[in-house]
């Protein structure tokens, strides 16, 4: 069974950094595009960052790209998000995703609370 454990979350101040973590097991991980999401109160939820199965390429939102860079390491099977100079339109439950190329279901973590205030 897949599982996806988010944790790195927490209250920053605004011009901060978090580093998100995403720990997955029950897929063979190598094989799959990884995804951030993220969803504000009141808020639809959003794709923030999508990386291929190589780690090669990647994509942003345009409202975080040059602060957040995402990453991952196929060895230990984990998934990274690096988040700079955060503002308060960066809170949000962050989600981590994976999805098998050419499907269009996939696997979702239970998320990380990031909230960022003074």
């Known amino acids: 069974q897949a599982q996806l454990a988010e944790s790195g979350g927490g209250l920053v101040q605004p011009g901060g950094s978090l580093k998100l973590s995403c720990a997955v097991s029950?897929?063979?991980?190598?094989?799959?595009?990884m995804r951030w999401y993220r969803q504000a109160p009141g808020k639809e939820r959003e794709l923030v960052a999508h990386i291929d199965t190589t780690g090669r390429r990647a994509n942003y939102l345009d409202s975080v790209r040059g602060r957040f860079t995402i990453s991952r390491d196929n060895v230990k099977k984990a998934l990274y998000l690096q988040m700079n100079s955060l503002g308060p339109e960066d809170t949000a439950v962050y989600y981590c995703?994976?999805?098998?190329?050419?499907?269009?279901?996939?696997?979702w973590g239970h998320g990380t609370q990031v909230t960022v205030s003074s």
């Open positions: 995703h994976a999805r098998y190329p050419g499907h269009t279901d996939g696997h």
């Open positions: 029950g897929f063979v991980f190598i094989n799959y595009n």
